[in-house]
């Protein structure tokens, strides 16, 4: 099976090269054929790209993009869709996920992106979406008017399926030209969401373009970056740095780098009714994707003094990974993330021999991992692909001491707790450096118009224009109505 990744709006008759992605599951095999533009082809295409959104997309109002991000997404729901038919076959076969977990997991994605999702997006971002469209009266005296950029450029990451869509749809909303670069990992769903959106209105076709290059190219970057408004970049923290290194000093960069993410089980939630299902879901946020998203969670706090105790937890959660592993199997690792796991549980199961109470889960078959810490450690990451810790706590300032830290990582908190300890403990989690605190069972599926690490997702793309009162004022003396 071949297929075609990328989009690229027509830049004339000149041969675009292409290189040969090559992805394998269960004797299944998929060979993507990516576009490796030249330098002279990507500035076609910027331009192209620039003037075209110029002409049309920025001539919708908010409301008619939002009409047609609607239809497009309506399509993809639909199972019976060609392209929703492509990505439940593809997909599976290129991040290596099972083919159920997509399944659910694509759903659940596109409806963030529905009509009345996306009306509730740009009004957590920008109180009145109208800004978007034409200068707004403001409550201090004069108008604003939210201005995207011409052209914004995109560079995904690969490890969760149609990750795009997020920075893509954002940049669509505020009426920006859009060139995204793929990731090697996971080259094929933005190329299909611009080909149908294009489908839905022919118009967009140069409007947007799905490019791709090997990570790290210093030429083609810098070539990209150079003309571009603003650049939001996906990826490790490394990576990150040395993207940043490429850009102009005008050039606006909203950076996502490595988070962490946990859960925090309450006390008032472990007794023989309720701590079953607060286990199922919590295995759920661990199995989901394989923790490969930057909210899923690498360890549980449980609080003690409950009628199920934290190490009775854990062993909860074991048995729910266990059954879980059977629905939806895990992804095959490479040999490197075979090793890392490997080495990762010798080095807990040598500890359980100087710390007694310590305990390692696991089956037969290595699917997942689950270490019960009866005492308070270093708070870090897992090795990921269903390896977690349940930690026991007493008190919530013993969590908030151990992950002071890692300020600047922190993301999730996925939280199991009456209405009181919720909010008491949202309020010391935010002043921690969380930015995100959720239901468990929900932390990988954030809401539509979720504060991305704590920033904005509309309102850190475009600039404010403003009218002051004072100009409005002295307009008004030479107006042709003036005696």
Request: net charge negative; aromatic share 10%.
């Amino acid at each position: 099976m071949r297929e075609y990744a990328g989009y690229i709006p027509h830049i004339g008759d000149e041969p675009i090269e292409t290189r040969v992605l090559t992805f394998e599951k269960n004797g299944e095999r998929v060979e993507v054929e990516v576009p490796l533009l030249t330098v002279e082809q990507l500035n076609k295409v910027i331009e192209k790209v620039k003037q075209a959104s110029a002409q049309f997309l920025k001539s919708l109002s908010v409301t008619e993009i939002i009409n047609l991000l609607d239809r497009v997404m309506e399509q993809l729901l639909d199972r019976r869709h060609p392209y929703r038919q492509k990505a439940e076959q593809v997909l599976p076969i290129v991040t290596g996920y099972d083919e159920e977990m997509v399944r659910l997991g694509l759903t659940s994605y596109f409806k963030t992106f529905r009509k009345p999702q996306l009306q509730r997006f740009l009004v957590e971002d920008l109180e009145n979406p109208l800004l978007l469209d034409d200068f707004q009266p403001r409550p201090k005296g004069g108008l604003s008017k939210a201005v995207g950029p011409d052209v914004i450029v995109h560079v995904w990451a690969g490890n969760v399926p149609a990750l795009p869509l997020w920075s893509l749809i954002s940049g669509l909303l505020v009426k920006s030209g859009n060139i995204g670069k793929v990731s090697s990992a996971e080259p094929l769903f933005a190329g299909w969401f611009a080909r149908l959106l294009v489908e839905v209105e022919p118009k967009l076709a140069d409007c947007l373009a799905v490019v791709w290059w090997k990570g790290g190219d210093v030429e083609r970057e810098r070539a990209v970056f150079g003309q571009a408004d603003v650049v939001v970049g996906y990826g490790s923290n490394a990576s990150l740095e040395e993207m940043q290194r490429r850009l102009p000093v005008t050039t606006r960069f909203l950076p996502f780098g490595h988070k962490l993410s946990f859960g925090i089980v309450s006390r008032s939630c472990l007794d023989a009714r309720k701590a079953w299902h607060v286990a199922h879901q919590a295995a759920f946020d661990i199995v989901r994707y394989d923790q490969q998203g930057c909210y899923s969670p690498h360890l549980f706090y449980v609080q003690t003094g409950g009628i199920v105790s934290p190490k009775e937890f854990a062993r909860y959660v074991a048995h729910e990974l266990n059954c879980f592993a059977k629905r939806f199997p895990r992804r095959p690792l490479s040999l490197e993330e075979m090793a890392a796991q490997a080495s990762w549980r010798q080095r807990e199961e040598l500890d359980v021999l100087v710390n007694k109470e310590k305990e390692v889960l696991g089956n037969e078959a290595g699917d997942w991992t689950v270490v019960y810490e009866p005492e308070r450690r270093e708070f870090a990451a897992s090795c990921l692909n269903r390896v977690v810790k349940i930690v026991a706590f007493d008190d919530i300032s013993q969590i908030i001491s151990e992950i002071a830290p890692y300020r600047a990582f922190l993301q999730t908190v996925g939280v199991a707790a009456s209405p009181k300890e919720l909010f008491e403990w949202a309020e010391w989690l935010g002043k921690a450096g969380a930015t995100r605190v959720t239901a468990l069972g929900h932390m990988t599926s954030p809401e539509a118009g979720w504060h991305h690490d704590g920033r904005f997702n509309l309102r850190d793309l475009v600039q404010m224009v403003d009218i002051e009162s004072a100009a409005e004022a002295y307009a008004e003396q030479f107006a042709p109505y003036v005696d």
